[in-house]
Antibody, heavy 118, light 112 residues
Framework: QVQLVESGGGLVKPGGSLRLSCAASGFTFSDYYMSWIRQAPGKGLEWVSYISSSSSNTNYADSVKGRFTISRDNAKNSLYLQMNSLRAEDTAVYYC???????????WGQGILVTVSS | QSVLTQPPSVSGAPGQRVTISCTGSSSNIGAGYDVHWYQQLPGTAPKLLIYGNSNRPSGVPDRFSGSKSGTSASLAITGLQAEDEADYYCQSYDSSLGGSRVFGGGTKLTVL
């Protein structure tokens, strides 16, 4: 069965950096686009970024462009999100998701909390 | 302010039918892009409920159905059950935002 497990979250000061990881299993990771989506406390879902299966194509929400970098290692079945220049408004649960038919998000990880606070 | 507009809340009694609307514009739903729906039970990750406007993934009951017309889409839930109480989100693609995937603001369904 498809499993996505995020790690690397925690408390970081404003201006700091954090790297999230997502370990994938149960499917051929290299065949799928992958994405990060976040949810601020008590708020709705916000798409953050996606990466194509071969890493040749990436895209970001305007709110994180220039600060976040998505990457993947198909040999390790892993997805990453490097987050720099973090702000209080980046505080959220971050979900790793597989991109499915019609660019839906067909499988989601359990989420990892990132808190940006001094 | 979300690009896709959903009502903040809807409610219904067990056994009833409820619908949740998702209103977009000519750069997203109206441009023909697919609409997908997600269910988020309290304290859990979202789960895909409807993809490609009206398709149900394996395991999703046929009480859930989706439709799309013009610049709007709808999620219908028939035979409402207590376990359907959750947040529901629509999602599509918006060509005016540099290829961004966009979500609705979410709708809280309360089963009375």
């Amino acid at each position: 069965q498809v499993q996505l497990v995020e790690s690397g979250g925690g408390l970081v000061k404003p201006g700091g950096s954090l790297r999230l990881s997502c370990a994938a299993s149960g499917f051929t990771f290299s065949d799928y686009y992958m994405s990060w989506i976040r949810q601020a406390p008590g708020k709705g879902l916000e798409w953050v970024s996606y990466i194509s299966s071969s890493s040749s194509n990436t895209n970001y929400a305007d709110s994180v462009k220039g600060r976040f970098t998505i990457s993947r290692d198909n040999a390790k079945n892993s997805l990453y999100l490097q987050m720099n220049s973090l702000r209080a408004e980046d505080t959220a649960v971050y979900y790793c998701a597989r991109v499915g038919s019609g660019y839906c998000f067909d499988y989601w990880g359990q989420g990892i909390l990132v808190t940006v606070s001094s | 302010q979300s690009v896709l507009t959903q009502p903040p809340s809807v409610s219904g009694a067990p056994g009833q039918r409820v619908t949740i609307s998702c209103t977009g514009s000519s750069s997203n739903i109206g441009a023909g892009y697919d609409v997908h729906w997600y269910q988020q039970l309290p304290g859990t990750a979202p789960k895909l409920l409807i993809y490609g406007n009206s398709n149900r993934p394996s395991g999703v009951p046929d009480r859930f159905s989706g439709s799309k017309s013009g610049t709007s889409a709808s999620l219908a839930i028939t035979g409402l059950q207590a376990e359907d109480e959750a947040d529901y989100y629509c999602q599509s693609y918006d060509s005016s935002l540099g290829g961004s995937r966009v979500f609705g603001g979410g709708t809280k369904l309360t089963v009375l």
